[in-house]
């Protein structure tokens, strides 16, 4: 049977790898993500439908509610930053854009969608992402730190308040190298530097996020609901070499 899923972010790294997987199983998808053009065009490579929406604008999530269709096997949510500052200098305006983007605007994404999570024939699934760094302390991270804490928070209340008809889960991967990262895995010497930080001595990629993504989001997780999962090469609770 085939299955339809809504994919936030969907031409960045981690969102793109999670829409060929998904695709590769024959699943149905629809793709959101600011950029038209890139945008139209894995549609066209995946066989998708797709909506170009910026999440930080009005009415963009029931725009995308409206479009994906009245029935939703899954939904991720792959849109992120990666802003690293220090505390000192942050502004208010900065604490704002990143709590929208990755933490307020999980919340609606799954909110706008719930409808058709809900229609759906057989249990339906959330996939959210955190990152490490909401469970580690690191320098400059004060404000996507607490963001993507807040992602953690939510996950665990929606869990109780979605179940049964709606499982939500949480990936929380460590530095991944995917086009968002460049500027930090972009200097060789940085990257080595920040490799050699987790037990397993190296980056991760989109694909090692994607994997977890949708095993999560099959139904071979059935009795799976309100977890965080590490995909961080062992660096959120193992200490480097």
Not at 161 to 182: C, F, G, K, M, Y
């Amino acid at each position: 049977m085939t299955e339809n899923y809504l994919v936030y972010g969907a031409t960045g790294g981690i969102g793109g790898a999670v829409c060929r997987r998904l695709a590769a199983e024959g699943h149905a998808l629809h793709l959101v993500a600011r950029d038209a053009a890139r945008l139209q065009a894995l549609a066209d490579e995946l066989g998708a439908t797709c909506t170009a929406v910026d999440v930080l604008q009005p009415g963009a999530f029931a725009k995308v509610a409206d479009a994906a269709g009245s029935t939703l096997s899954g939904l991720a949510y792959a849109i992120g930053s990666i802003h690293l500052k220090p505390f000192a200098r942050l502004t208010a305006e900065e604490f704002e854009r990143d709590f929208r983007l990755n933490a307020s605007g999980a919340a609606l994404a799954v909110q706008a969608a719930l409808p058709a999570l809900r229609a759906a024939a057989t249990r339906s699934s959330v996939v959210l992402f955190s990152s490490v760094a909401a469970g580690s302390g690191f320098p400059m991270h004060a404000s996507i730190g607490m963001a993507k804490a807040a992602v953690k928070g939510l996950v665990r209340a929606l869990a109780a308040e979605l179940a049964p008809a709606v499982r939500i889960n949480a990936i929380a991967p460590s530095l991944t190298d995917t086009p968002l990262a460049q500027g930090i895995v972009g200097n060789p010497r940085m990257r080595e530097s920040i490799a050699a930080m987790h037990p397993l001595a190296r980056l991760g990629t989109a694909d090692d996020v994607a994997a977890m993504a949708a095993f999560l989001l099959s139904a071979q997780t059935d009795w799976i609901t309100g977890q965080v999962f590490g995909v961080d090469g062992g660096r959120g609770v193992v200490a480097g070499k």
